[in-house]
């Protein structure tokens, strides 16, 4: 895959980040449910929770670089806009 490089302000990188040190802290308590013995039914519970924070990050990502890219700055170039559509593209897989 091309590489991409859109825009992204520095508090939403920082707001990124954020969002994903919470969800490494979330791993690390299933790593410990798993190594306590919990109930299966709570680990589940706690990877569906996972699988949903890193796609909300994801869907953000791809939200803020799409409005970063089209909104500031006054004028939208094609290109901005293909780099956009493909980074959405990427962002459902």
């Given at each position: 895959?091309?590489?991409?490089?859109?825009?992204?302000?520095?508090?939403?990188?920082?707001?990124?980040?954020?969002?994903?040190?919470?969800?490494?802290?979330?791993?690390?308590?299933?790593?410990?449910?798993?190594?306590?013995?919990?109930?299966?039914?709570?680990?589940?519970?706690?990877?569906?929770?996972?699988?949903?924070?890193?796609?909300?990050?994801?869907?953000?990502?791809?939200?803020?670089?799409?409005?970063?890219?089209?909104?500031?700055?006054?004028?939208?170039?094609?290109?901005?806009?293909?780099r956009?559509?493909?980074?959405?593209?990427?962002?459902?897989?």
């Amino acid at each position: 895959m091309s590489e991409l490089i859109l825009p992204l302000s520095n508090q939403s990188r920082a707001d990124l980040v954020t969002r994903l040190v919470r969800i490494e802290g979330q791993v690390r308590g299933v790593q410990r449910m798993l190594s306590e013995g919990r109930d299966c039914t709570d680990i589940v519970t706690q990877l569906n929770a996972i699988k949903a924070a890193v796609s909300s990050v994801g869907t953000t990502l791809a939200e803020r670089c799409a409005h970063e890219a089209l909104c500031d700055g006054g004028s939208t170039q094609p290109l901005d806009v293909e780099r956009v559509l493909a980074l959405l593209r990427a962002s459902r897989s």
